[in-house]
């Protein structure tokens, strides 16, 4: 990989971009970017995190025990954790990252996509998927038309929107929880305003320079077997009030009772009585 042409390539433009991060432009939009993601990784206390980024580490307020940096080549690696290999075949296991974040790099590469692919692969089905980007409706987004033809980060790359993303993600059974926007400020203002930047933050305007999508693994039901209750046959009319043994439970009128029962068995008059209770001569 770090001999490879496409491992030059992508080393440097990861080298042309860290000027942009050393100005003052570079530094606020640094600032607000960490200050979105604060919130998202301070509370997750997971086993490894992967971040792929574009200027400097953003991850230094999580509290995962084993963050991971990945670089295309080993002379830019900054530490023994880095991970060293093509974007889009990451050397881990399925599903083994808490926090994956890719920070600017979908719009300097080729097959982003393949790498957004990866990415979706490596992250646990409980882990959330972090993407950063420039806004092209912001303000800046407006001011890059004029730019196109500079070939300067961040100018030179491919910027998508946060809807575009949304459908590449789905495309990797991904659902997108929330996008913030950040980076509120004027078109000849190189830091971003705190009143601005509070009130953009606040009512979320999608009119900041950049966003960041969290998005999270779609949970997919078991399949659920519901049960046919019912009779076979239906029941005939006979078969209401059947008793314990069998019988059809009719009502019968009391007359019709003394018919069935024996003569020697029904009720006799009293006078009947007296004379069978004497004594015979």
């Known amino acids: 990989m770090s001999n490879s042409t496409m491992a030059t390539t992508l080393a440097k433009r990861l080298q042309s971009s860290q000027p942009y991060w050393q100005t003052e ?14 919130p998202v990784v301070e509370s997750r206390v997971g086993g490894h995190s992967l971040e792929m980024s574009m200027g400097p580490a953003l991850m230094t307020m999580s509290a995962i025990a084993h963050p991971i ?6 002379q830019l690696a900054d530490t023994d954790s880095t991970l060293i290999c093509p974007p889009d075949q990451l050397a881990l296991p399925d599903r083994c990252l808490d926090v994956t974040v890719i920070h600017h790099w979908l719009e300097h590469l080729a097959d982003a996509h393949f790498t957004l692919q990866e990415a979706a692969r490596v992250t646990a089905d409980n882990g959330i998927l972090v993407l950063f980007g420039f806004n092209p409706m912001g303000v800046s987004g407006l001011a890059r038309q004029l730019r196109k033809r500079q070939q300067v980060f961040p100018w030179s790359g491919t910027w998508r929107s946060a809807s575009r993303l949304r459908d590449w993600l789905a495309f990797v059974d991904f659902e997108v929880e929330r996008v913030d926007y950040c980076c509120f400020r004027g078109r000849m203002n190189a830091k971003c305003g705190e009143y601005w930047e509070s009130l953009g933050r606040r009512h979320n305007l999608p009119l900041g320079e950049s966003y960041m999508i969290q998005a999270r693994r779609q949970q997919r039901q078991a399949p659920v077997q519901r049960l046919k209750f019912g009779l076979k046959a239906p029941a005939s009319p006979a078969s209401l009030g059947v008793t314990r043994s069998g019988t059809s439970a009719h009502y019968q009128p009391y007359q019709a009772y003394l018919t069935q029962v024996e003569p020697s068995k029904r009720h006799k008059p009293e006078s009947q009585k007296a004379e069978s209770q004497k004594p015979e001569s």
């Open 25 to 38: 432009a570079g530094r606020s939009l640094w600032e607000t970017q960490r200050a979105c993601l604060g």
């Open 69 to 74: 940096r990945w670089s295309p080549t080993r």
